[in-house]
C-alpha cells in the first residue's frame, strides 16, 4: 500500500517570495508521482509528474519538483510565487502512468499575500 | 473539447434521503474515476471503471454506495441512504492512457 503525507496544511507567503511545499510518500513498491493544483472553483489539474528520468521536473509555471527517493521525498518549489499561485496543492503517488488510482496527500492551501 | 463535467455542483440532503451524482467523461476516454475528499481529509479513491466494467472498486466505503457506468459513457454514484458522514466533496476523474482528469467536483451536504 502507498501513503503520502504533506506536512504542511497551510502555508501562507508574501508574493515574489520563495516557496516549499513539502510531500513524502511511503511504498512498498515502485511508484510514479505528481503534483496537481486545485484553483478556487475548479478541479483539480496536474501541474507536473515523475515517472523516470531525471528527478527534477518542472512545470510551465515557473514550479519545480525534485525526487529523492532515498528520503522518499518529492517537494513541490517555486523561487518566486505570485498572486496568481494562490491555490491548494496536493502530492499524489500512483502504481502506474494510466489507470491505476491516485493516492493523495491531505493537501496544502497556498496562499499569497500581496 | 468539454472537460469532465459534474452535475450537480453542489447538493443538501437529508440523512435517510438519496442522492445521485453524475459524472460525464472526456468523449472517447476509457477510464472513469470516483474520488471523495472529506471535510480537512485527504482525496480517496472510490473506484475505477474501464468502459463500463468495474476495475477496482476497494475504495467504496459499504454498500450504501453503488457506482454505475452505462454503456461505459457517464457514470453515476448513487449514496442511498445517506448519512452524516457521507458528506464532502465527490471528484470524478477520466482518462485515456496517462493522465487523469478532474472534473470540478461536487459538493455534497448530508444534515
Known amino acids: 500500500a502507498q501513503s503520502v503525507t504533506q506536512l504542511d496544511s497551510q502555508v501562507p507567503v508574501f508574493e515574489e517570495a520563495p516557496v516549499e511545499l513539502r510531500c513524502n510518500y511511503s511504498s512498498s513498491v515502485s511508484v510514479y508521482l505528481f503534483w496537481y493544483v486545485q484553483y478556487p472553483n475548479q478541479g483539480l489539474q496536474l501541474l507536473l509528474k515523475?515517472?523516470?528520468?531525471?528527478?527534477l521536473v518542472e512545470s510551465i509555471n515557473g514550479f519545480e519538483a525534485e525526487f529523492n527517493k532515498s528520503q522518499t521525498s518529492f517537494h513541490l518549489r517555486k523561487p518566486s510565487v505570485h498572486i496568481s499561485d494562490t491555490a491548494e496543492y496536493f502530492c499524489?503517488?500512483?502504481?502506474?502512468?494510466?489507470?491505476?488510482?491516485?493516492?493523495f496527500g491531505q493537501g496544502t492551501r497556498l496562499t499569497i499575500n500581496p | 473539447e468539454a472537460g469532465v463535467t459534474q452535475f450537480p455542483s453542489h447538493s443538501v440532503i437529508e440523512k435517510g434521503q438519496t442522492v445521485t451524482l453524475r459524472c460525464d467523461p472526456i468523449?472517447?476516454?476509457?477510464?472513469l474515476y470516483w474520488y471523495r475528499r472529506v471535510m480537512g481529509k485527504e482525496i480517496k479513491f472510490l473506484l475505477h471503471f474501464v468502459k463500463e466494467s468495474k476495475q477496482d472498486e476497494s475504495g467504496m466505503p459499504n454498500n450504501r454506495f453503488l457506482a454505475e457506468r452505462t454503456g461505459g459513457t457517464y457514470s453515476t454514484l448513487k449514496v442511498q441512504p445517506a448519512e452524516l458522514e457521507d458528506s464532502g466533496v465527490y471528484f470524478c476523474a477520466s482518462s485515456q492512457d496517462g493522465e487523469q482528469y478532474f472534473g470540478p467536483g461536487t459538493r455534497l451536504t448530508v444534515t
Open positions: 515523475y515517472l523516470s528520468g531525471s528527478t
Open positions: 499524489a503517488v500512483s502504481r502506474g502512468w494510466g489507470a491505476q488510482k491516485l493516492v
Open positions: 468523449s472517447g476516454h476509457d477510464n
